[in-house]
């Protein structure tokens, strides 16, 4: 199986900057797609960045375009999201998603594997 393990989320005051880490263990020769996905309470999850195999192709979510980037190494196996200019409306729990299926998705469907998520708060 495959493992996911978040870190880098913290607090921080609007126009602040953070990077979360995402290391994958176990099977990961599986992996294809990563991606980043947020819920805050009482919201629906929703995806805030993707990247390819090769990290040529990135999504990112119209609210978070421009601000945040995505990008992987795959010689480390980590799934990395630098967050810039963040706003207080960014603050949710950051969840990292890893799948089989080769590709580029902001929905969750593809996604076999999750991370438990770690907390960014914006004030």
């Known amino acids: 199986d495959v493992q996911l393990v978040e870190s880098g989320g913290g607090s921080v005051q609007a126009g602040g900057s953070l990077r979360l880490s995402c290391a994958a263990s176990?099977?990961?020769?599986?992996?294809?797609?990563m991606g980043w996905f947020r819920q805050s309470p009482g919201e629906e999850r929703e995806g805030v960045a993707a990247?390819?195999?090769?990290?040529?192709?990135?999504y990112y979510a119209d609210s978070v375009r421009g601000r945040f980037t995505i990008s992987r190494d795959n010689a480390k196996i980590t799934l990395y999201l630098q967050m810039d200019s963040l706003k207080p409306e960014d603050t949710a729990m950051y969840y990292c998603?890893?799948?089989?299926?080769?590709?580029?998705?902001?929905?969750?469907?593809?996604?076999?594997?999750w991370g438990q998520g770690t907390q960014v708060t914006v004030s």
């Open positions: 176990g099977r990961t020769s599986l992996l294809q797609c």
């Open positions: 990247i390819s195999t090769d990290g040529g192709t990135t």
């Open positions: 998603a890893a799948g089989r299926a080769i590709g580029v998705s902001l929905m969750s469907a593809p996604y076999n594997y």
